[in-house]
DNA sequence: CTTGACCTTCCAGTGCAGTGGAAGCCCTAC
DNA sequence: GTAGGGCTTCCACTGCACTGGAAGGTCAAG
């Protein structure tokens, strides 16, 4: 089949099939005479699998590892279980950090009820933020180095 | 003072002040002769509050609005606090895609005991991430509106 | 023979908050 | 007069998973 019904079989774009070609996720298929990608039926399935695996979520480069050991060696099934225990790790620390957080937002929240607004002033910016009291609480949580984003489910409509 | 002195008192590099001053959270100094940024004691508190803004949630973008209201047309506590139940919202719906993720992956993990190695086909890839279970949990998850971040990094091999 | 859907490649941009480095000026001490 | 540290600007890059668009080739129907 041509890209475009591998797209719609696999609720995909094209462009997103092509870039996950380019992202080793899924191998360079066959080419016709005119240069046309010509899929085999396979291919679905292993759509099917990028998406589960994205859903569970790893990373393209995750599951590019995970398809090469598959491709390779064997099964890959020990390293995709390694993978889930780091990913459930993460996800502990994440939510934890997050929890953190929304308890600050709520207790700076609740603070703002008692304050007066006219007692803002331009020095400190607004007073709903104290430039003292936040810092300590986040500053494990809130950083902002890695990126993530996971959860998806929505990502790709 | 020069711009490392304030980078020093402020704890940041003076990269990252001048980041600021270019995504318009800090006010453009004077300048020396010389062409140096000459900056005011103020300056301190300005960024002090742009940490605290930063450790409860909000975006550069956010608080750069929040500055602008402080120096227009007066006191911004009602849109900081608009901001905060937009973020307390926001937390609450990540925390429960990322929980329901961390049990997806729990159920996944859990399963992958119960499942013997050989009996791995190459078409799935990995039994381990079954094509079609995962997909509805994660599916109403992740809207890319409130990044994450955290380190993930190449946790495996 | 043309229309239009479909396909190709390549380049660039998105969001977020910075970080790295190059080329060059300023200033003080020795 | 020179060594050094600090400062200036500008551009590019990070990570992640795409997405948009341009310029052009392919193919079947009318």
């Not at 046309?36 to 998406?51: I, N, Q, S, T």
């Amino acid at each position: 089949m041509r890209i475009g019904e591998l797209a719609a079989r696999s609720g995909l774009t094209a462009k997103t099939i092509r870039f996950y070609e380019s992202a080793g996720v899924l191998p360079a298929p066959a080419r016709r005479p005119s240069g046309y990608r010509e899929y085999e039926e396979g291919a679905v399935d292993r759509l099917a699998f990028v998406k589960a695996a994205q859903a569970a979520g790893l990373t393209l480069a995750e599951i590019r590892d995970v398809i090469m050991v598959r491709d390779g060696s064997g099964a890959p099934c020990e390293h995709v279980v390694a993978l889930l225990d780091t990913h459930a790790a993460d996800l502990d620390r994440r939510i934890a950090e997050l929890t953190a957080l929304r308890r600050q937002v709520q207790r700076l929240r609740s603070r703002a009820r008692t304050l007066d607004p006219a007692a803002c002033s331009p020095a400190a910016v607004c007073q709903v933020i104290p430039t003292d009291a936040v810092a300590a609480a986040t500053r494990t949580a809130g950083r902002r180095d890695g990126q993530q984003r996971r959860g998806r489910g929505a990502a790709h409509c």
